[in-house]
């Protein structure tokens, strides 16, 4: 039996807040941010609630060799098979360099900052020295242009 999607907080960590706190006076021509309605559909038939977006920077690690470029690096392969698996099971949303290449922004849906430390942990290059990561912010996000599959 299907379960109705239930509204939770999109911001972890912080109590969920209202429509109708100052917030909401505010932003009244936009949707309430406070809450995302959970719409991820299970194998069996079932919602569950949806994690919540960070925005995480990477970092080259000190065993980044300046003298290559990123594919040049050793075991890029690994690492970009690794990442794949990452976007393939829905934790990466979006990611790749920014600005001069030395950083890399990563779009992540997860349930806390533990789980991402633990996931980004079996990277090889992180094994390796190559990457490692430079700050984790929860992101709350009011404004998607992404095309959402239809819901039930």
């Not at 719409?39 to 609630?49: F, I, K, L, P, V």
């Not at 977006?53 to 065993?63: D, E, H, I, Q």
Request: aromatic share 8%; with cysteine; glycine share 8%.
């Amino acid at each position: 039996m299907k379960q109705a999607p239930v509204a939770i907080p999109v911001n972890s960590g912080k109590p969920a807040r209202s429509c109708d706190e100052e917030e909401d006076a505010l932003y009244h021509h936009r949707p309430c941010p406070a809450f995302a309605v959970a719409r991820a559909e299970t194998r069996h038939g079932e919602y569950s609630q949806r994690m919540a977006f960070f925005a995480l920077t990477m970092v080259n690690g000190p065993s980044w060799d300046t003298s290559r470029q990123r594919r040049e690096q050793h075991g890029w392969d690994e690492h970009a098979t690794f990442m794949d698996r990452l976007v393939e099971e829905g934790f990466v949303i979006l990611g790749g360099p920014i600005g001069d290449g030395e950083r890399t922004l990563l779009a992540v849906e997860a349930g806390d900052e533990r789980e991402i430390k633990a996931r980004l942990a079996e990277d090889p290059w992180a094994s390796m020295g190559l990457l490692q990561i430079g700050a984790i912010q929860p992101w709350t996000i009011w404004l998607d242009g992404r095309q959402s599959s239809p819901t039930h």
